[in-house]
């Protein structure tokens, strides 16, 4: 009768399904572990084969971590009609060495079944176990020879007897796992040493290739691929003559077939013209060709190359600065001394090279100083003079001093220390420092000089503007006077006139009647010419208040208050949006209503008269115009417009008494601004003002 491995009792008819089973079982773990590259990839395959084969609900499959002493569950699985979601996640969770089921056949080494699993005290998943329906449960261990690798646990949702020949197979098929897992453990450390391997030479600084003896390139690292500028895949498997033809006949070629041919390790430097670059080659040979590392050492060789040139250069610096430049040890010894210090000391360089500079160029007085300041320098590290731009006195070679600055830094590339002095003759610089203290003082002088006149000055002004201020009082005094004064007789014969004229007019002749027509209009010409004089004279004295306005609304109101004055005419008045400004708003008002009344006046011939009241950029700056179609005036003239009684044109033609402009002018002035007109006879005028700070994009 025959028997399966592992089993102990020869099977009949009646245990052919159950057999059936254990051996799909054992083929469904050899399938797993064969299709599987890694541990982590075998572990679900072989709990879900074993599971299914069997007819077990849930498995999984535990690995032990050795350096945390803990079993870590490597896979899970259930049947898709169990909710074991909670049990799994249970299951994910580490378990300590003799924790729950899978911990105990750990510490123990022997397969258990537990029959119960709900009534089985030592699981903290039971509940879990619980809810999922599950009953029965049995747990072995994954081992290579005596040495437990993990473990294996399977659960039903029946309750089975315990089993001693699945136990037996499937502690069987325990160490067929662990003898994967031996496997695949070497692989993966043989795998991890090579990527080692891979990973220093990928990262190391030098470029790496490997070639046999052909010279058939088997390795090329990322630093390869880069100096040598072909991709990886066209370099391996070529011939490094066919894919580099240049170097041949070059010590490139010769090197290599050295390293080749004695087998002796090959170290050069050498130019490759093809890449216009500098490469380091170190060649050895190994027991099927040559392993080969270089460095592309163009940088470097480029820095020697400047190296040489910055020492020329610097000797030529030297012969050809203006400024002493002397070289010392640590002994206090010259070591160079460049034409400048010898034009300025008086020695040639060949006299002095190698001789104390204490006893050479410094004076007699500051030899000790010298000479304690650099031991000091030497022992400690701390400097007064070094770093640092002084003045001191030099020695030139007949025995004179002088004056100058020095500078001295330490040359840090140099052990033992050199020290550079860059030495000045400030002997002309003195002087003229000499000759700018003479004239300071000489300036102070003046300075109070001027000082005394300023507060002479000051006296004088203060006295003037006590006079001034006198004077006005006087002139307001004057001013009431002419308000009060002058006002009353022209009243009297203006009112004279009009009750003779409405008493005994109708007697009159017809030329008395004009004469004193003749004499009222002068009366009333005359009071309108007083009042503004006032009005003109008070703006001198009245407060300037500027706040926000909107130049718009107070053209309006100006407007609006010569509405009489457009009474029976054809007029058109644009005022447009005009941007807001910072002025006061009364004298803003008294400048739109001259400027309107202005307008008014000079376009009476006019049918359509056309006003406008607008605003434009000039250089950057906001102005503001009021724009006519009048008689205008000749431009010849317009320095007149603004004086007081100026007039371009006939009183007899047009009123007036030539004083509204020039209150304009003195507003705007007053504002910080300026007014000015733009006209042509007999087409019309356009009178421009601005106000202060009044920028185009406010």
Not at 79 to 88: C, K, L, M, R, V
Not at 531 to 536: E, G, P, Q, S, V
Request: glycine fraction near 8%.
């Amino acid at each position: 009768m025959p028997h399966v491995p592992g089993l102990s009792q020869p099977w009949t008819g009646v245990e052919r399904p159950r057999v059936e089973r254990h051996l799909a079982g054992q083929y469904a773990v050899a399938k797993a572990l064969a299709e599987s590259a890694t541990l982590a990839e075998a572990g679900p395959r072989i709990v879900e084969a074993v599971c299914e084969s069997l007819g077990w609900e849930l498995g999984a499959i535990w690995w032990v971590d050795e350096r945390a002493g803990v079993l870590d569950c490597m896979g899970a699985w259930h049947a898709p009609w169990i909710d074991g979601s909670e049990f799994e996640s249970e299951t994910r969770i580490p378990l300590a060495p003799g924790e729950g089921l899978p911990g105990a056949v750990w510490i123990s080494g022997e397969a258990r079944w537990v029959d119960d699993f709900g009534a089985w005290g030592q699981s903290r998943r039971k509940r879990a176990a619980a809810r999922a329906g599950l009953r029965t449960a049995f747990c072995v261990p994954v081992s290579l020879k005596e040495r437990v690798l993990g473990v294996m646990e399977f659960f039903s949702q029946e309750t089975r007897p315990p089993d001693e020949e699945l136990l037996g197979m499937m502690t069987a098929f325990g160490r067929q796992v662990g003898q994967f897992m031996e496997r695949r453990l070497v692989e993966a450390s043989l795998l991890a040493s090579q990527q080692r391997v891979v990973n220093i030479l990928q990262t190391m600084p030098a470029a790496f290739i490997a070639m046999d003896s052909r010279f058939n390139l088997t390795y090329a690292n990322d630093m390869a691929e880069r100096l040598l500028r072909k991709p990886r895949e066209e370099l391996i498997g070529a011939n490094v003559r066919k894919a580099f033809p240049e170097p041949v006949g070059t010590a490139f070629h010769a090197a290599g077939m050295t390293a080749m041919n004695e087998r002796v390790p090959v170290e050069f430097e050498e130019y490759y013209a093809a890449f216009d670059s500098w490469f380091e080659v170190h060649a050895y040979p190994v027991e099927d060709g040559l392993s080969v590392y270089f460095r592309d050492i163009t940088d470097r060789k480029q820095g020697e190359l400047a190296l040489r040139d910055s020492e020329a250069r610097t000797t030529s610096i030297l012969r050809s600065a203006m400024d002493c430049v002397v070289t010392m040890d640590q002994e206090g010894r010259i070591t160079e001394f460049n034409p400048a210090a010898e034009r300025t000391f008086g020695y040639a360089r060949d006299d002095v090279v190698g001789k104390s500079l204490a006893d050479t160029i410094v004076p007699p007085s500051l030899r000790d100083r010298h000479h304690q300041g650099l031991a000091r320098y030497l022992e400690t590290g701390v400097a007064n003079v070094i770093g640092r731009r002084v003045e001191l006195t030099g020695k030139r070679a007949d025995g004179t001093e002088f004056p100058v600055e020095v500078a001295i830094t330490r040359v840090e590339t140099t052990t033992p220390p050199l020290f550079t002095g860059y030495i000045r003759d400030i002997s002309e610089r003195k002087h003229a420092e000499q000759e700018r203290e003479r004239l300071r003082a000489e300036a102070e002088v003046r300075a109070a000089e001027v000082e005394r006149l300023n507060e002479d000055l000051e006296l004088r002004v203060a006295e003037r503007t006590a006079e001034l201020e006198a004077s006005n009082r006087e002139l307001e005094a004057f001013s009431y006077s002419v308000s009060h004064d002058l006002r009353a007789p022209l009243r009297a014969i203006d009112g004279f006139s009009r009750i003779v004229l409405k008493d005994h007019g109708p007697a009159m002749p017809e030329e008395a009647r004009e004469y004193l027509e003749i004499v009222r209009e002068g009366a009333q010409q005359m009071g309108r010419l007083i009042d503004d004089l006032l009005a003109f004279a008070r703006l001198g004295r009245q407060s300037l208040v500027k706040r926000p306005v909107d130049p718009s609304e107070v053209a309006r109101r100006s407007l609006a208050q010569l509405r009489p004055e457009l009474e029976g005419r054809e007029v058109d008045v644009r005022i447009d949006q005009l941007p807001l400004c910072q002025a006061d708003p009364s004298l803003l008002q008294q400048v739109y209503v001259n400027l309107l009344s202005n307008a008014l006046k000079f376009t009476r011939t006019r049918s359509p008269a056309v006003i406008e009241v607008g605003s434009r950029e000039l250089e950057g700056h906001r102005v503001y115009f009021v724009e006519d179609n009048g008689v205008g005036f000749d431009m010849r003239y317009a320095d007149k417009l603004f004086g007081v009684f100026q007039r371009m044109h006939r009183s007899e033609e047009y009123e007036g008494t030539g004083v509204g402009l020039a209150i304009v002018q003195r507003i705007v002035h007053r504002h910080g601004g300026r007014v000015w007109a733009e006209a042509e006879r007999g087409v019309g005028a356009t009178f421009f003002f601005s106000l202060e700070g009044g920028t185009a994009d406010e």
